[in-house]
């Protein structure tokens, strides 16, 4: 199933998650993108490291710049070096975007520092 949504950074933390998304059409449905995307990493999750998430709700933001998308990207990324389960970009395995590689995301940092 399609849910036009673009998922921009996500990162699944052991006891919560965070995703960047941004819906590509009016039909977006993001009660019904939630379900699946919280369906989908807490099994994955689950299968790879044994413990469920359990989070039953969800927060939403709404951004209203790209420099805010850019800065709110590069704090999902780095929520793992934060919580000491990795020490570099990249490394941490629950954590990533659906639309830009990586090495994009690190360049485009770098210009703008």
Excluded at 37 to 53: D, I, P, W
Excluded at 97 to 105: C, M, N, P, R, T
């Amino acid at each position: 199933m399609k849910f036009e949504f673009a998922v921009f950074a996500y990162c699944v933390m052991p006891d919560h998650l965070h995703a960047l998304i941004e819906a590509t059409s009016e039909g977006s449905d993001l009660k019904a993108f939630m379900k699946r995307f919280k369906q989908m990493t807490g099994f994955s999750y689950r299968r790879a490291t044994g413990q469920s998430l359990g989070q039953p709700e969800y927060h939403e933001h709404i951004l209203r710049s790209d420099e805010a998308t850019d800065a709110v990207a590069r704090y999902i990324l780095e929520n793992p070096i934060r919580a000491r389960l990795a020490t570099a970009l990249g490394e941490y395995p629950f954590a990533g975007s659906g639309v830009h590689e990586l090495q994009d995301l690190m360049a485009l940092w770098e210009r703008q520092a």
